[in-house]
């Protein structure tokens, strides 16, 4: 059995080189728009909290990639950005080749930055 990761680099070294250089690409996208947010493991996955609220987190499947913005709502109000990619209502599903583009995350960052200021 796996060893549960102690911090996100844990998780991440044990991942292929393309789900790796994809998850990493997400990782300073989020620092990027969240640069006060502080990593954590949450639910066995790397992941940011801002202000003791868990803000998004990110993970590597057997056959995808996925960013979690931790909130239905986030994925709904950006039907339209999200548009190609295979979503549920708390999980964008991405291949390791195709990352979501950094812009994005950075939008999905600031909606949910913004939504939990509510």
């Known amino acids: 059995m796996p060893t549960k990761p102690r911090n996100v680099d844990d998780y991440l070294a044990d991942l292929s080189d393309d789900k790796r250089a994809a998850l990493e690409r ?5 620092q990027s728009a969240a640069p ?6 949450v639910y066995g996955i790397p992941g940011f909290r801002l202000n003791g609220k868990i803000l998004v987190a990110f993970k590597a499947a057997a056959k995808h990639c996925a960013f979690h913005p931790m909130s239905g709502t986030t994925v709904a109000a950006h039907k ?3 548009a190609g990619y295979d979503t549920s209502p708390g999980t964008i599903r991405f291949q390791p080749a195709h990352p979501l583009p950094d812009r994005l995350i950075r939008k999905l960052v600031r909606a949910r930055i913004a939504e939990n200021m509510r």
């Open 80 to 82: 339209k950005d999200l």
């Open 26 to 30: 997400v990782r300073k996208a989020i």
């Open 36 to 41: 006060k947010a502080e990593e954590c493991i």
